[in-house]
């Protein structure tokens, strides 16, 4: 989106550290999306006719930086209500479902600088309101949402030192039902059985059912040495489990406490065999809101580059077996197997036509025989100044010993609360082959292609369950306990597993479908940007992706390969135009 550098919130950086994300407030793809309920629709039809995006019916937008350093961004949007036909599941007349409905966006970001930019200082707040006229929609998306925080930027000592940091608020609302989809999504988990957290002042940690609202915080802190031979950092970043921000921006996940500590020195001056050279070690670790470790690792990383200007890059992770309190999808607590992981990247030098570059990822589980294998080659060729080409093919071979495969109800599993959490090993590869042109042919005048084929496939096996929550240890069906057995797929039904947990035991047996994958996807697009007149842009955008699956884990490129170009494409043309408005 132009300008969009406007609603940048949070200043999140870091020198070394990962499964973490930074605190922002918008992300613009909410505005005009597919309907919400397109899925729902198609779930309960045998036909559907829905919508493949939501009208955006007017928006405004006003970006700007005024003489006395403020930085301000102001947008607001109303999209249309969408309905779609349908034909219901086991036949019966034609029927209509509001798939999204009328609602309206602001987001608002004013920031200021200070001290010759040394200091800055902001507010942001968000907006989201619906008009839910239909039980379906109100029981499924939610009325309101708003979020507000402030963040700010401070650097001294000629820039060598700086804190950053970020508190943000949401509070969402709607009817119970929803409310309570919200608390028992992934991103909560509101509902596991072992919670023991149930206050935490103003903001939401229990699960309430009959909740109509959900109140929560995230925040960020960073303070760093970023300059000099020796530099450092710490920092921390905590969502509440009531913090959600969904409807305008993006969450994965909530409720956990996680930081960080990096040191490292450089060496800017060249040596005999370096022109430049850096190391750096540290750590970072993650705690739940119940006070449970979810995440620990150290890690130590070295780059370099060398007299010639090729570069290399490597680092090692080491990360020991840890509570998991995702895993088992709103279950207990159980442990996840740690790795230790290797990476090393060399490239060639970059000033010239072609460019070469090499990444191989190894990793090596701790407490499982399992391994992953990454490779990801490259080259970028300048045939000419205007022209720039890049090829990055990738190939990921995986396994996890705990693949989440399904939850039955059982009243026997007393030790998980009347569930039982099957889990399996899965093997699965991955290919995919980026391509990107870009092509100058005037300053007023580019274009860029981009093209991505992409196959990937999973193969699952031993299927069980932990022999108990806060543990890492599996009892394999037919193998450890119980018994299980396989049913092909015919020309009516896909293949399923018959497990018994305990064979001649009291447990009941349960089927589940074989879930075995293979998923194919070719996505391209094209753009031309053409500028018009000083500051005014109109670009000409062609899109087309095609997807496939089969029910299988094998992976045949062959196959697939051919398969990709039998899917059925879909073709997206779009025009915009910028016009600049100045003195």
Known sequence: MAGSSAFDFGNFSCNFCSNTSSLDIFYSRRIGRPPQLNPYVSNVADFA???DNTTILGAGKITGRTKSGFTMGFLDALTNRETARYIPAGGGPEQTQQVEPLSNYFVGRVKKDLNQGATTIGGAFTSTLRQLSDTVVADRLRRRAEAGGIDFNHSWHQRE???????????????????????QSSAHYFQRPDRRVTSDGLFDTKYDPNAVSLRGYGFYTRVAKNTGNWFWETAQNWRSPGYEVNDLSFLD??????????????????GRWYRNAVILGGGQQQFNYDGDKTDLQTQIYFGSQ????????SFVIHRPTALDDRLTRGGPVVMRTGYNFTEVEVSTDARQRAVFDIAVQLAKGIDSDTHTFILQPGIALKPAANVFVSLTPSFIADETPAQYVTTVADATATSFFGDRYVFAFIKTRTLSLDTRVNWTFSP???????????IASGAYSQFGEFVAPRTFQRAIYGQDVGTITRTPATAVSSATYTADPDGAG?????????????????IGNAVVRWEYRPGSTVFFVWTQSRTGSDPNGNFDFGAQRSAIFRDRPTNVFQVKVNYWIGR
């Open 49 to 51: 006719d829905t919508p």
């Open 161 to 183: 030192y700086g804190w950053i940091g970020s508190l943000l608020v949401s509070d969402v609302g709607g009817t119970a039902s929803v409310i309570d989809q919200t608390e």
């Open 253 to 270: 996940r909530a409720d956990y406490k996680w930081m960080n500590a990096n040191v490292g020195r450089q060496w800017q001056t060249p």
């Open 306 to 313: 060398f007299l010639n200007y090729w570069n290399l890059r």
């Open 444 to 454: 007023n005048l580019t274009l860029q292609l981009f093209m991505q084929p992409f």
């Open 506 to 522: 009291p447990a009941p047996a349960f089927s589940f479908g074989d879930p075995d994958f293979t998923f194919r996807s070719l």
